[in-house]
């Protein structure tokens, strides 16, 4: 297709964000989006992160850029069930958003939701206690991202039906299922980079 910028058109950049979920899918993902941008990662595990940190982390990231994130994939932990209070949530969530807004404002940005959570001696079955609340934390954040415009994708969706696929230690997950994720999260933002 003839691109009326021509050679030397700028690419699209991207920044995935997230925890060990991402870490799993991060490769194949930015294969899968290595044709058409330039893909940067940030592994964060640190679910304690307040906005003003999380600002100052992003700001640090887009330092030294030659372009600003056109757009940015973030799986923030919500699983985290030590640190995170269900009930501070959706505004911490807003704040985030926010924090990441005040810095990249024209990127386009894309959240996936939090994946099951299985039981230990039997990865195929979910777990009774921490998976109702993971369920219940999705709902919220899938709401603020509802209102601030953002794109959703239901990682829990695509893979509660798959548990077979889990690893084993509650919250990871077999390579066939990173491959999934990452079909899922490569489709959605080169749909989001195209405009449809």
């Known amino acids: 297709m003839f691109d009326p910028r021509g050679p030397y058109a700028k690419p699209t950049r991207i920044l995935l964000v997230g925890d060990s979920i991402l870490n799993g899918h991060q490769k194949k993902t930015a294969e899968l989006l290595s044709g058409s941008a330039v893909v940067d990662v940030w592994i964060n595990r640190n679910t304690t992160m307040q906005p003003r940190e999380v600002y100052v982390a992003y700001q640090h990231l887009v330092n030294g850029k030659a372009h600003p994130y056109d757009i940015v994939f973030f799986h923030q932990s919500i699983d985290d069930l030590k640190y995170v209070k269900t009930d501070k949530l959706g505004q911490m969530m807003k704040d985030h ?57 239901d990682l829990y969706g695509l893979l509660v039906e798959k548990t077979h696929l889990a690893y084993g230690n509650m919250t990871h997950w077999k390579a066939p299922a990173y491959d999934l994720i990452s079909q899922k999260v490569a489709e959605t933002i080169l749909k989001e980079k195209s405009g449809n």
């Open 97 to 153: 958003l926010m924090s990441i807004r005040s810095k990249l404002p024209k990127a386009r940005l894309i959240w996936a939701s939090a994946t099951p959570i299985t039981e230990k001696e039997d990865p195929t079955a979910l777990n009774a206690k921490s998976n109702p609340v993971i369920i219940e934390r999705n709902r919220i954040v899938a709401k603020v991202m509802e209102e601030m415009d953002v794109e959703v994708i």
